[in-house]
């Protein structure tokens, strides 16, 4: 079932050249170490929900003053009754954004049928080589694959890696548009998270991302959870990829983006993006924020300086000569 578990009433930012509203979903089936979005990605079962007939009631009321809004999670393709949702949304007159990581090319691919976006963000982590590394979908970054934990791949966690259809991620918790919780994406904007549920999340089990065993100081896993993690992170891989030719060859307006993390990122990640989205219409850099929500705890990334980001800018527009940077000062 679906789980809209925030929502920023107002935006100037996330849609290019309109004023909009965010939704967001809960639950994502990537574990970035740099998220900013952790209580949506690591406690998802934990947020109260919005009932949909509470946010559509909100939307019809600001038809006329909000031209699109933004469906964006976590990962809203995980859910198979998005494009319910996403249909009575423009019923009511409104455009439709989607923000997505674009592991689930089949829902997208229909969705782009049946005419039902306006605009397609895809998030690009890295380069192919460092994908699951920043994704945090490898050793270097490791995740419970017991099914114990935020995340199981073989469906005992929140997060079912091998289905990119439906989640049910539960919480029928109380709704309350007035809520006290906020959580800051955009510096400044307030995101009610399911109407007063704490954004703070301080569980050491949940936020851990090395529990790995160790043996006098080297972590050691069992083959067989080595080769599930390698082979779910080349399967979402895979799925990106068939995301970024759909969207290459499709009519629809759409970006590619990078949020670019020093600790994660070098100037090869954009090399091989460049290539990889060659001739893109929009494809941009995005500096890393620091907050207190990035889901890594005590983490050691950084933004790059501007004449970094610039250098690599340089880079991707060899192949993307409109290319641009965001949120760089």
């Known amino acids: 079932m679906l789980k809209i578990a925030g929502m920023q009433k107002l935006t100037l930012l996330d849609y290019p050249e309109h004023v909009a509203a965010d939704l967001f979903l809960a639950g994502c089936n990537f574990r970035c170490p740099f998220c900013q979005n952790s209580p949506l990605v690591l406690s998802p079962g934990d947020l109260p929900a919005y009932e949909q007939e509470e946010v559509l009631s909100f939307l019809r009321k600001r038809q006329g003053i909000l031209d699109g809004i933004c469906i964006t999670g976590g990962e809203p393709t995980l859910y198979a009754d998005l494009p319910e949702l996403i249909a009575l949304i423009r019923d009511m007159g409104y455009l439709v954004k989607l923000d997505t990581n674009g592991t689930n090319p089949d829902m997208l691919r229909a969705l782009l049928a049946g005419h039902m976006l306006d605009y397609v963000a895809v998030d690009l982590k890295a380069g192919r080589a460092n994908y699951a590394r920043v994704a945090g979908l490898n050793e270097d970054v490791s995740i419970d694959l017991d099914g114990g934990g935020s995340a199981g791949f073989d469906g005992g966690g929140s997060t079912d890696f091998d289905d990119s259809a439906s989640t049910d991620f539960g919480g029928d918790g109380s709704t309350d548009f007035g ?24 569980g050491g089990a949940s936020r851990d991302l090395n529990q790995s065993a160790s043996i006098d100081g080297h972590r050691e896993e069992h ?12 399967d979402l891989l895979a799925r990106v990829s068939q995301t970024v030719e759909l969207l290459l060859h ?17 100037s090869s990640d954009f090399v091989d993006i460049a290539n990889w989205v060659a001739g893109c219409k929009h494809y941009y850099l995005q500096s890393f924020r620091d907050c207190d929500e990035i889901l890594l705890r005590d983490h050691p990334f950084s933004a790059f300086s501007e004449a970094q980001m610039q250098e690599f800018l340089s880079i991707v527009r060899k192949k993307i000569p409109h290319a641009q940077l965001r949120g760089v000062s």
């Open 179 to 202: 809520g006290n919780a906020s959580t800051d994406f955009d510096g400044g904007a307030s995101t009610d998270f399911g109407g007063g549920a704490s954004t703070g999340f301080d």
């Open 223 to 234: 083959p067989a959870k080595c080769y599930a993690k390698h082979k779910v992170a080349g």
């Open 250 to 266: 499709s009519d629809i307006d759409y970006e590619f983006r990078t949020t670019v993390v020093k600790g994660l990122h070098d």
